[in-house]
């Protein structure tokens, strides 16, 4: 038995060596190193080119190395009776919540644009939000979702969460299903777009959605780039009811050097770097399951095929 890991960047080295440090009798190839694909029974990936794992005849899993398995669905060769895993991770959740809270506290009290009139040598004293006075509305309630919800919610904010399905959560009013989206969104001051990828909910973040929140409200994606139809949100900022957008995410990364986000005054950007899995955090979980492959036993972290996620 043996590992292959293939990823799209520069770090299948990193876990290749954080995989063998856990256990140094482990059978394990970058996907550029000699090997035989035979041989090889678990991937472990991040956005592997497609038809990358039609090449294994083996297989008994393929194990996302984040949290999110959209690029898998993507490939049309995809081995449709291979298990996926997926990443659940506390470390993984908890940045992303600090990541998204330093966003809306950033907004509320008028940081980037106080950053901005010290560039233009602009002293100009702004009212701001009170964390009480604003709700939070989050999209997409699992693991994510929940430990943002739970940390908006201790921070002093009112916190609404929408899911597909119903959900119960301590601080939080949830909504769920097509009947709990306009009220959802009508009370939202800020929302937050933490929804798996799926043929569902690809281009969710639209002009008729985005035009259902209060008028001032601000936009937080840092899901997917596919949930978000760029030009729309471009049409509702410029109306002026959205007050501003910050986008993680992207339809295509690295962004073009030309894309009309760049230059625009209400959107604020990071290059997806909300929440990044972290090698030894996750790789005992990946171990536990390349044992589970050996021995039979059910593995963690299953993505639901009909779900996508």
Not at 281 to 309: A, D, F, H, M
């Amino acid at each position: 038995m043996a590992i292959v890991i293939i990823r799209n960047d520069h770090k299948t080295e990193a876990w290749k060596q954080a995989l063998l440090k856990a256990d140094p009798d482990l059978e394990i190839f970058g996907h550029d190193e000699p090997h035989e694909p035979k041989k090889i029974d678990v991937a472990m990936v991040w956005k592997p080119p497609q038809g990358a794992l039609a090449k294994y005849p083996s297989l008994k899993c393929i194990a996302s190395l984040g949290a999110g398995v959209d690029f898998l669905f993507e490939d049309p060769s995809l081995p449709t009776a291979v298990p996926i895993t997926r990443v659940v991770d506390p470390v993984l959740a908890s940045d992303m919540s600090e990541f998204v809270i330093g966003v809306i506290l950033a907004h509320l009290k008028n940081l980037l644009v106080f950053k901005e009139d010290q560039r233009n040598s602009k002293w100009l004293p702004r009212e701001y939000r009170r964390i009480a006075e604003v709700t939070v509305g989050i999209m997409g309630l699992g693991e994510m979702g929940r430990k943002l919800a739970e940390d908006l919610s201790n921070f002093g904010f009112q916190v609404l969460g929408w899911a597909r399905s119903h959900k119960e959560l301590p601080g939080v009013n949830c909504f769920n299903g097509e009947d709990g989206m306009d009220t959802f969104l009508s009370g939202s001051d800020i929302l937050v777009c933490l929804l798996p990828l799926t043929p569902q909910t690809r281009g969710i973040l639209n002009k008729k959605l985005l035009s259902k929140l209060p008028k001032g409200a601000y936009m937080i994606n840092v899901a997917r780039g596919g949930h978000l139809i760029e030009e729309e949100l471009l049409q509702v900022l410029d109306s002026g009811h959205l007050s501003g957008a910050f986008l993680d995410v992207f339809a295509q990364e690295p962004l073009s050097e030309n894309h009309p986000f760049w230059d625009h005054p209400k959107i604020d950007m990071s290059p997806h770097i909300a929440s990044v899995s972290d090698v030894n955090s996750v790789v005992p979980q990946l171990l536990e399951n390349y044992r589970r492959v050996q021995e039979g036993r059910p593995l963690l972290n299953l993505v639901s095929k009909s779900r996508g996620y």
